[in-house]
């Protein structure tokens, strides 16, 4: 019993440090923009499709798509918001919820046109192939390997945000951005360039994600809520919130399909119910 | 008899004889068929725009006209929605003359417009859907269940995988009632072949990470893992077994698998997992000679859904010959009366509660390997034999008499 | 416009013309939360698809005449509008939104698990009963009419709810909260009463559609149709008595007609939804209304 659960655990864990990874690029545009950016899902399958696309058509192996596309979404993510978010934003958040919401059947829509359904295959690579037999459970290389890149992703991300100058800056955008210009900052190339960082987050998660899952179009679909939820639960606009929330869902998730399976797909939902019943603005948000 | 009397009848015969054809009449000078199907979402790959493709081969074939008339294919995207399926069903009937809706993959959609074809009096061709309630408690007398059923994916593999030694059994099922029945199903003929069930989960429907179900399966011990579940659901799961290491000591059965899955998949991950088809293009030089020409419209092989739609038109339209009329409570009756004998099925006979019994296959997935040409995918364990594959008609369907 | 909807079935498909009736008083009942008080839910399917599942039963199973077929499915919406509202109301803005998608899914999974909803099935076959026993409405044009008198009811209700005291308060709420709750009304009261009307009224759409469908299914409570009610709202034109209407008949013929041209319907809703967002917000009859007021 106890060999069992420590494996279910250890699932839990690997499962939530890829929801932190995940929820990160929402939690930090939403921090730090005020936006609720729905595509982040769009965004997550555009990495996977981008890493396939690479592979498939150019070669492009995986540790290159680790860094290209990333690249690649986040510059279009900077288009995206050049173009449209930031005529938004004075307006009431909902408008950017609702046109994010768009941008998400768009490009779930055009990519089902093109790819079919099914989905395609993303191989492991070679490196990260294998296992090791833990006793009590078989690890395999690529889920280690995807919980230390996760950890060091968003404490890299988090140390950047609250440590460091740019991040004060960034921090003082959302404060007040007028105050934050006179001083001769370029607020509006820093918002540009937060949301950049935001979806290219999503993407880097889409391509750590290509080999486990199938990459199909409506991949994102799949997780959004879960991540919105993270997010809400954590705190709308804590960086650690969504860290700490998104492993510990990993956890209470990985509890609930060991015993009761089939709950465990409502049961963020129930969470964050209670959370945001008993701690309006999540476990470690600010009330605004 | 006296030469009188057979004088008499050769001559009521020969009065019949030059009637008949003057009462072989075709609704609205057209023969119809609205294919009905997913064309943009889970099933779209299993049946979607190939099924339309192979009703469009089934016209053709058949020389373009039936009696004289001229057969037209129409088709729609129901986005497996009960209520658009309904919407687009009604409206065909109701105004484009449609004689028949073929395919309507989801069983939610198929049994959402039986019922509006028992209400104008037309026929439906259901060769995407697998529920058995289709031919049992919603059974319909204008109605064909003619590819599959999920008591037939789940008998075949069930009671063939045991034999072959597979008698330990630990399920994967996706908490909802297909794949609950599914389960059921599959319990039920395990236990009968003499093997074990040691244990199951229910994982929610849709699930994308499979690990820990997976783990608990791997616990278990069981010599088969039988995935009670379709869809992208299955494909997750096949490759998180892969990634787990799971498929080096226990073999995966999957009880719902479509060619077009394991395209996706690849052979190096789904390689020696069992299923159950109703069809299989490389099986002989008949199914290989039409799929080739199916691929050179689709640019895939055909799955065994779209197969069907083409074998269940054919039928159709020769159950409208030999009625003499588009007429559907007779076209019914001669579909009934008519075996099955072509490339999809030999001897396949559609009883009264609508379900078509024919051979099905055991399979095993190819390794990289043994692949020696594309979509060369399958090798056939054995046939499974109408009588086996499938239930005797169940009373509790009005229609068929006790 | 009486005029229209008495007509109509002559020259539109009458289930077409139906299916349009119901969203229009589902994005009517919407609009009552989201354009005059200002409250965004994320998750009115569950009213929607709830009535629907319970109406189907209490016709199917229970052998309830029609109307109280309806009456059931009504009062259940409210009833969990009322449950989810006293919850849900205490925060605002996106917190509201994202509480009540957490209800719907919730709804959702318990829709999805209960053996009596048919599951992925759906709940099916449900019988159209003789309306007081005398009228039957197994036709489509007696059943159109039916329809149409109950959305005719349905919409007066929320008309006249959006021109009393009671609407002029809400729409203060929305305008500025603190100072409504400054001049001494109970905000929280106001809002959980537009609340609990909306999710009614949900949930009479949902038992409508049920009864011309003469089915439940799970795409009645799929947070999709959260999202379709919005756009319907949206492009219609929010905060205008008529504007979710035209957007329901905008949207349901959209997904009606592009049935045949395959995924480019989801392409285009997404399109739509983009460009109502950044150029159109107040939507096509607000579009309109500002229109003749700039031109007199």
């Known amino acids: ?288 | 008899m006296t030469r009188i009397n057979r004088n008499l009848v050769l001559a009521v015969a020969l009065t019949l004889g030059t009637v008949a054809p003057a009462s072989a009449q075709v609704s609205d000078n057209v023969v119809k068929v609205g294919v009905l199907t997913d064309m943009t979402g889970a099933y779209s790959d299993l049946a979607g725009p190939g099924s339309i493709i192979a009703a469009q081969m089934a016209a053709e074939d058949f020389g373009g006209k039936v009696l004289g008339k001229p057969i037209v294919i129409i088709s729609a995207d129901h986005q497996n929605k009960a209520d658009i399926a309904s919407n687009i069903a009604r409206k065909w009937f109701d105004e484009e003359k449609v004689d028949a809706v073929a395919d309507l993959v989801t069983s939610s959609t198929a049994l959402a417009v039986m019922p509006i074809a028992v209400e104008k009096k037309r026929i439906t061709l259901l060769s995407g859907p697998g529920s058995t309630p289709i031919e049992v408690e919603y059974c319909t007398a204008y109605n064909v269940h003619y590819t599959y059923d999920t008591y037939a994916m789940a008998a075949g593999t069930g009671r063939a995988v045991v034999q072959q030694g597979g008698d330990t059994w630990f399920f994967i099922t996706a908490d909802y009632v297909f794949g609950k029945s599914l389960e059921a199903d599959t319990t039920n003929v395990v236990k009968a072949a003499g093997g074990k069930i040691l244990g199951g989960v229910r994982a929610p429907f849709p699930t994308t990470d499979f690990s820990s179900y997976l783990l608990q399966a791997q616990a278990s011990g069981a010599k088969i893992i039988g995935l009670a579940n379709a869809g992208a659901d299955t494909i997750n799961a096949i490759k998180q077994a892969n990634e787990f290491g799971l498929t080096k000591k226990q073999a995966l059965a999957g009880l719902l698998v479509f060619l077009s899955d394991i395209h996706s998949l690849g052979l190096a991950t789904a390689k020696g997992m069992y299923l159950t088809t109703a069809f299989y293009w490389d099986r002989d030089e008949a199914s290989r000679t039409w799929s080739k020409r199916f691929f050179e419209r689709h640019k895939r092989m055909p799955t065994m859904v779209q197969a069907g739609v083409y074998s269940e038109l054919m039928h159709y339209f020769e159950a409208i010959k030999a009625a003499g009329t588009d007429d559907a409570d007779k076209v019914m009756a001669k579909m009934r009366e008519l075996p099955v004998n072509d490339f999809f099925a030999k001897n396949g006979r559609i009883g009264p509660d609508g379900l078509h019994r024919h051979d099905m296959y055991l399979v095993q997935v190819k390794s990289p390997e043994e692949s020696k040409y594309p979509w060369d995918y399958y090798k056939i364990l054995r046939t499974i034999p109408a009588a086996e594959a499938f239930p005797a008609p169940d009373p509790k369907c009005p229609l068929v008499k006790k | 416009m009486l005029a229209i909807g008495l007509t109509a079935p002559f020259y539109v498909y009458p289930v077409f013309a139906m299916d349009v009736l119901c969203m229009a008083l589902f994005a009517s009942a919407f609009n009552l939360l989201l354009g005059y008080a200002g409250l965004l839910s994320f998750g009115h399917a569950a009213f929607l698809g709830a009535a629907a599942y319970v109406t189907g039963q209490a016709v199917k199973v229970w052998g309830l005449p029609i109307e109280l077929g309806i009456l059931a499915g009504t009062s259940v919406a409210a009833l969990l509008g009322l449950i989810f509202g006293a919850l849900a109301i205490r925060r605002s803005g996106i917190y509201f939104a994202m509480i009540t998608l957490g209800f719907a899914q919730m709804v959702y999974f318990l829709v999805l698990q209960m053996p009596w909803t048919g599951g992925e099935d759906g709940l099916q076959g449900i019988p159209r009963s003789k309306l007081l026993g005398i009228l039957g409405l197994s036709g489509n044009l007696p059943m159109y009419y039916f329809v149409y008198a109950l959305f005719l009811a349905g919409f007066w209700v929320i008309y006249r709810t959006i021109h009393s005291p009671f609407g002029q308060v809400l729409r203060a709420i929305r305008e500025n909260e603190p100072r409504a709750l400054s001049l001494g009304y109970d905000v929280d009261r106001y809002k959980l009463l537009a609340f609990v009307i909306s999710a009614g009224l949900s949930g009479m759409a949902g038992s409508m559609k049920a009864l011309v469908y003469q089915s439940a299914t799970l795409s009645d409570v799929h947070w999709h149709r959260s999202g379709a009610v919005i756009l319907m709202t949206l492009l219609g034109g929010m905060g205008t008595p008529l504007g979710p209407s035209v957007g329901a008949l905008i949207v349901v013929g959209l997904e009606n007609y592009l049935a045949s041209t395959g995924s480019w319907v989801t392409v285009i809703t997404g399109g739509v939804f983009m460009a109502c967002v950044l150029a159109f917000r107040r939507g096509i009859v607000g579009e309109i209304l500002a229109l003749v007021k700039r031109s007199f």
């Open chain 1, 1 to 288: 019993m106890i060999q069992a659960l420590s494996g279910q655990l250890l699932i839990g864990l690997i499962n939530g440090s890829f929801y932190a990874l995940l929820s990160l690029g929402l939690a930090i545009i939403f921090g730090l923009l005020s936006v609720v950016n729905f595509a982040h899902g769009a965004q997550y399958m555009l990495g996977a499709f981008v890493a396939w696309m690479g592979l498939q058509y150019l070669g492009v192996g995986y540790w290159w798509a680790l860094l290209l596309t990333p690249a690649v979404v986040g510059l279009l993510g900077v288009v995206f918001e050049r173009l449209f978010l930031r005529r938004l934003y004075g307006l009431d958040p909902l408008y950017g919820l609702l046109l994010t919401f768009g941008v998400t059947l768009v490009l779930e829509g055009l990519f089902q046109n093109a790819f079919g359904i099914s989905g395609n295959s993303y191989p492991v690579p070679a490196a990260l192939q294998g296992g090791t037999n833990l006793g009590f459970m078989y690890l395999p290389r690529y889920r280690a390997w995807v919980v230390a890149v996760s950890m060091v992703v968003c404490f890299g991300s988090w140390f950047v945000i609250e440590k460091t100058r740019l991040g004060a800056y960034l921090r003082a955008g959302t404060e007040n951005p007028a105050l934050l210009q006179a001083f001769g900052v370029n607020v509006p190339l820093m918002f540009t360039l937060t949301y950049g960082y935001g979806v290219a987050l999503a993407a880097f998660a889409g391509v750590m994600a290509a080999p486990i899952y199938q990459v199909t179009p409506l991949m994102g679909s799949g997780v959004i809520m879960v991540v919105f939820a993270i997010v809400v639960i954590g705190g709308m606009g804590s960086i650690v919130g969504s860290i700490v929330t998104g492993l510990g869902l990993g956890l209470v998730e990985g509890l609930t399909k060991f015993l009761y399976a089939p709950a465990s797909d409502v049961v963020v939902f129930v969470v964050m119910a209670l959370v945001l019943l008993l701690r309006p603005a999540g476990l470690f948000g600010r009330q605004r």
